[in-house]
């Protein structure tokens, strides 16, 4: 089945530095890759759609200068987290839905981030 | 604004029961529904799909339901057993391939 590939699975980090995380989609092409991001015991919410070759969209409330995200091909899109502090602890879940049409989405196993 | 509700939030049943884990959502213009189960500290997997035109899907011991006029899913599993310990979680898509996310269920199967 479709397999949705996150890198890194756990990162610390300390204050002030920017982490890079990955989604890649292992054996199929996703035009469109979704970033959520899920605090203890609340929902997962959306961050942005990463669209292949343009600009991601971010939901209301997302820092598009603190959140970078680019996806420069059908099978890779990246999180950057800029200038990281201790509240953007969280866990950051990728998905990447196959451009075939009527697929589900499929996720990544996601990437525990802590700022210390 | 769509809102998705999952009851219970956690819920505790000894092997071999049948389960219904309820989802509802506010607004029913949907395109589909999608069940997923997440293991802690993990990323979701995929269960069950139902296009909007749909009324249930099913996959070995798992039977989804959708009811859009009412707004309400439910995902019924059978014969639970501990292996099915997790949290499972309801998603709508609202016309857009953008999911809104319900807070889950925790279901913990004891042997």
């Known amino acids: 089945g479709a397999v949705v590939s996150q890198h890194p699975s756990r990162v610390i980090c300390k204050s002030g530095t920017s982490v890079k995380i990955e989604c890649r989609s292992l054996d199929f092409q996703a035009t469109t890759m979704f970033w959520y991001r899920q605090f203890p015991k609340q929902s997962l919410m959306l961050m942005a759609t990463?669209?292949?070759?343009?600009?991601?969209?971010?939901e209301q409330g997302v820092e598009k200068d603190k959140f970078l995200i680019n996806h420069a091909s059908l099978t890779l899109s990246t999180l950057t987290v800029t200038s990281a502090h201790p509240e953007d602890s969280s866990f950051y879940i990728c998905?990447?839905?196959?451009?075939?049409?009527?697929?589900?989405?499929?996720f990544g196993n996601g990437t525990r981030l802590t700022v210390t | 604004k769509q809102e998705v509700t999952q009851i219970p939030a956690a819920l505790s049943v000894p092997e071999g029961e049948n389960l219904v884990l309820n989802c509802s959502f506010t607004d029913s213009a949907i395109y589909n529904l999608q069940w997923f189960r997440q293991d802690p500290g993990k990323g979701l997997t995929s269960l069950l799909l139902i296009q909007s035109s749909q009324r249930e899907q099913t996959s070995g011991r798992l039977n989804a339901s959708l009811d859009k006029s009412s707004g309400r899913s439910t995902l019924y599993i059978a014969a639970s057993q501990p292996g099915d310990s997790a949290t499972y979680l309801c998603a709508v898509s609202p016309l857009s391939e953008k999911l809104v996310f319900g807070k889950g269920t925790k279901l913990t199967v004891n042997p």
């Open positions: 998905s990447a839905r196959d451009i075939t049409v009527g697929s589900p989405l499929h």
């Open positions: 990463s669209n292949e070759g343009s600009k991601a969209t971010y």
